[in-house]
């Protein structure tokens, strides 16, 4: 690790590596043209490509990677602590009014004995990405029974989603949920429109499709995808209760999803639509109130600037590290590259009999955008607008690039090697945009260690000074401590503290008893890759404050220094 640079994890892999992630490549794209190749070989591919994707960093690492999941593990450990969520706690205010995550993982840590959750989230991605395998399924059989269309759709769509939400989060939790809610909605309440007798209508092998209605003229008057039952109903009904408890922007992504296919009268159920709002407003109105009343001011301000909203996604390519742009241009080219192929293939289903059966997902490819409208996110709008719409995205996407499985000839040969071609690219891209932040997102096990020590003798009610926050932090007795991160605070705090860093820190840490200031490799490396600060000048800060005599070393362990004032206030 010591050798990564701002590549990320494609800096340092062995050859070995490139090479499996090749052949499971080759192989799929072989197998999955082939008619006698069963959903077991092609399901075996997938899950040995997210097995590569995403349980390698765990097997390499040992430690839990990206910041932010050890502040979500604090959380779970302040239910057990305290067996609830405590409403008025002004620092956890948005984990208090959703804790569908939280008390989940606090039963599960409490019913199976072990320490912390800390001890299971380094395979939080894996399992994320193995959970949408099986609804992803559900979702693209819904629109077609070509299985090489299917298969290369749920590719597509794994090497797409490069975001990264698939972390220790309520949001990866959630966006499992819906992934479920909406297989299950569009497998047994949707409409698809009247028609007359199409080759999609029968299935494979001139099987009629089940809820097709049939007249005796052989016309088919409307088609479901099956037979709606209550007990699916209330599936629904319980998925998108527990996606209102868990996180606060996916339950309207679900609500948009619904309405969009109401709208376009695909939807069966017009009550449906009604429940799963009445739950998802009736949760806010009940109990996140107090988050909403907080943020409410910055939520009107956002409403209709989607302009403003997109741009505050992508960060300064001009001041960010020459690698970081590198990795920022992999990321806008793989999105890209989706996003046209399925125009492609929209632009031929909408010219072919298959659009009437394929219009219920170009609706819900675009029913995420309205999220622009509605808020920045805390920046990472565009992301999620992304996410949501990548399922039907990679239908659309595989629809072009699927290799046929029938044919002879040349022809044929050529598309499966332009296929594999373009495959392989994605594949490259993928990898690059995803393990492409490591530097800051891997935690290393010294400065894990090191925190822990600094939790064991810093007292409650302490306060911690970082720069960005991007430290193994708040993983334990998150209540009892207070954060503060200069360089993510107000631009008068950032502005004294890199001018004057010595000064604006004392006058930041004097009114407190005890006061932690903070000094870490990943915080560094985060800084460095984005360009937060000019090059040299967080360590110029930290040389400043080890040289002023205001301050003492209290911890210096595994790259991670902290210091305290000299004199008690």
């Known amino acids: 690790f010591d050798r990564m640079t701002d590549l990320g994890l494609v800096s340092v892999m062995p050859v070995v ?90 039963l599960f840590v409490s019913g199976s004995g072990t320490a912390s959750a800390l001890s299971y989230t380094v395979w939080a991605p894996f399992v994320n990405e193995l959970l949408l395998l099986a609804p992803l399924v559900l979702i693209l059989r819904t629109f077609t029974a070509n299985r090489t269309v299917v298969w290369t759709a749920v590719w597509l769509f794994y090497l797409g989603n490069w975001i990264g939400q698939d972390y220790f989060s309520p949001q990866a939790f959630a966006y499992v949920l819906y992934i479920t809610a909406m297989a299950v909605v569009l497998r047994w309440f949707l409409r698809l429109p009247p028609s007359a007798r199409t080759r999609w209508a029968y299935g494979l092998h001139g099987r009629r499709e089940p809820g097709a209605l049939v007249t005796s003229g052989g016309a088919i008057v409307e088609s479901y995808a099956r037979p709606r039952t209550p007990a699916m109903y209330a599936v629904v009904v319980l998925v998108a209760t527990a996606i209102a408890v868990t996180h606060q922007l996916t339950p309207f992504m679900l609500i948009a999803a619904l309405g969009g296919l109401l709208v376009t009268r695909r939807l069966r159920s017009r009550s449906l639509f009604v429940v799963v709002t009445a739950i998802s407003v009736g949760w806010i109105l009940i109990w996140g109130l107090p988050f909403l009343h907080q943020r409410l001011p910055s939520v009107l301000e956002a409403l209709g600037e989607a302009f403003d909203n997109t741009s505050t996604t992508f960060i300064n390519l001009s001041v960010a590290s020459r690698d970081q742009v590198v990795v920022a241009y992999f990321d806008r080219a793989l999105t890209g590259a989706l996003y046209g192929l399925a125009l492609i293939g929209a632009w031929y289903a909408w010219r072919s009999a298959r659009w009437r059966r394929w219009q219920p997902a170009a609706c819900l490819t675009v029913t995420p955008v309205l999220a622009l409208f509605a808020s920045s996110y805390g920046t990472e709008v565009v992301f999620r607008v992304f996410l949501f719409g990548l399922p039907f995205v990679a239908l659309f ?146 040389r400043d404050v080890r040289s002023s005599p205001q301050f003492e070393t209290v911890l210096s362990q595994g790259g991670v220094l902290v210091v305290t004032l000299r004199f008690t206030p």
Not at 505 to 526: C, G, K, N, R
């Open 17 to 106: 590596y490139w090479v499996a992630v090749g052949l499971v490549t080759v192989s799929f794209w072989w197998w999955v043209r082939w008619r006698r190749a069963g959903p077991a070989l092609l399901a075996g591919h997938v899950v040995t490509l997210i097995a590569i994707m995403h349980a390698t960093p765990g097997i390499l690492y040992g430690t839990t990677r990206y910041s932010w999941s050890y502040k979500h593990v604090g959380i779970v450990d302040y239910i057990v602590t305290h067996h609830g969520v405590e409403a008025a706690m002004p620092n956890l205010t948005v984990y208090q009014d959703w804790p569908g995550f939280f008390g989940l993982n606090a």
């Open 397 to 542: 996407a595989a629809s072009v690039l699927a290799p046929s499985p029938t044919g002879t000839g040349r022809r044929r040969i050529i598309r499966w090697v332009v296929g594999l071609g373009v495959v392989s690219a994605l594949t490259v891209s993928f990898f690059f945009s995803y393990d492409g932040k490591e530097r800051m997102n891997y935690m290393p096990p010294a400065e894990v260690s090191a925190m822990e020590r600094l939790y064991s003798l810093a007292p409650p009610g302490s306060l911690m000074i970082g720069a960005t926050g991007d430290t193994p932090w708040a993983f334990t007795h998150y209540a009892d401590y207070q954060y503060l991160w200069y360089l993510s605070d107000t631009a008068d705090v950032a502005k004294a503290v890199t001018t004057h860093p010595v000064s604006a820190l004392v006058h930041l840490m004097e009114p407190y008893p005890h006061a932690y200031l903070i000094f870490s490799a990943t915080d560094a490396a985060q800084i460095e890759m984005t360009g937060a600060l000019a090059p040299g000048q967080y360590q110029a800060i930290e």
